[in-house]
């Protein structure tokens, strides 16, 4: 990527959404190169998009679907998130990069951890039971039994930076690792790894599988209903990838049947929008079965996550700035600016 800009000019960003604009200070507080900073919220006039746009360098943002016309300098698309689903391609000049960030991976891991923990400590009744005044649970009175995450076969599908994370942290409590990736031969550090078209096996063999891989076309509705009849009775599906990787229906009917043990949920198949604010995550009554954690969408949401992020999408802006190549990037240029 070649600068077009003097080098003494200012770097001209776009903040754009309100999901960007709480992190003003982060931009402000790292930056060691010279920028002017515009911020577009949600609620931005059409007018008010486009002249910010039409001056703009780089835009920081999870959604983009402006049409490239009004963004003639537009050199890096930089994503606030690991996830591109919400940018239009078809709005992305040719002359831009579009560039994801990570730094999410150590919270989503320890969010796993800590609802497979939950669960065989049945944490949340007991702790539900005994603020209610029972001692039921209390070993002292004889109480039913738990279970441990030691020794327990921990599934996970899909061996990116997540999958990593959590093996490690995993086989550090004393659970067995198994993977199952479209890439196999790259995997290390776990005990049996098993390539995509042994996912059946995979499943069969884990006590928690573990979604976290890619959400692209070969992997929608991967884990549908006869997936999950592959799955022991007493096992426990944790998606932290994105909702359309597991059919939702299927997973509702073998939740609500008890034909697995529970699901862990923190990615879903819908979300709020202007229209629906309060909008569920789900066309199914999820929230009415007692075999199911779930979460809005938060595990990675930690402020130690978004300072790594934010060290990322800075490095990236700076090299804008300096005419240097950019890194994490989804798409490249297809044409220089000008």
């Known amino acids: 990527m070649t600068q077009s800009n003097n080098s003494t000019a200012p770097l001209n960003i776009v903040l754009y959404g309100d999901i960007t604009l709480p992190n003003e200070f982060r931009l402000r507080s790292k930056a060691d190169f010279p920028f002017s900073v515009t911020t577009v919220p949600d609620n931005a006039s059409e007018a008010d998009r486009e002249r910010a746009l039409s001056k703009a360098d780089a835009v920081v943002c999870v959604r983009f679907d402006h049409p490239s016309k009004h963004a003639p300098n537009l ?74 995450l030691n020794s327990k076969t921990i599934g996970i599908l899909g061996f990116g ?51 976290c891989i890619a959400y692209v076309p070969p992997t929608e509705g991967l884990i549908n209903a006869a997936r999950l009849a592959r799955m022991r009775p007493g096992a426990v599906l944790i998606n932290l990838a994105r909702g359309p990787v597991v059919v939702e229906k299927d997973l509702y009917d073998a939740l609500k049947a008890k034909a697995i043990a529970g699901a862990v949920i923190d990615v879903w198949w819908q979300y709020p929008n202007a229209a629906e604010p309060t909008r569920r995550g789900s066309r199914f009554p999820f929230h009415e079965l007692d075999n199911v954690f779930m979460t809005p969408h938060s595990s990675g949401w930690t402020e130690q996550m978004m300072d790594r992020r934010w060290d990322m999408i800075m490095a990236n802006l700076g090299a804008v700035w300096r005419g240097e190549p950019v890194s994490n990037v989804v798409r490249a240029p297809v044409s220089p600016v000008g």
């Open 75 to 148: 050199r890096l698309i930089q994503l606030q998130a690991a996830g591109y689903d919400l940018i239009d391609f078809k709005c992305v000049p040719d002359q831009a990069a579009v560039c994801n960030a990570f730094g999410h991976t150590t919270a989503i891991a320890e969010y796993a951890l800590m609802t497979m923990l939950m669960w065989t400590h049945r944490w949340k009744s007991v702790e539900t039971s005994f603020r209610a005044g029972s001692w039921e649970y209390s070993g002292s009175m004889y109480g039913p039994l738990r279970d441990e």
């Open 161 to 211: 930076q997540m999958g990593q994370e959590i093996a490690t942290r995993s086989r550090a409590i004393g659970s067995r690792v198994v993977a199952c990736a479209r890439n196999p031969q790259a995997v290390t550090g776990v005990d049996a790894v098993y390539p995509l078209d042994r996912l059946d096996d995979f499943l069969g063999v884990s006590d928690f599988v573990i979604v």
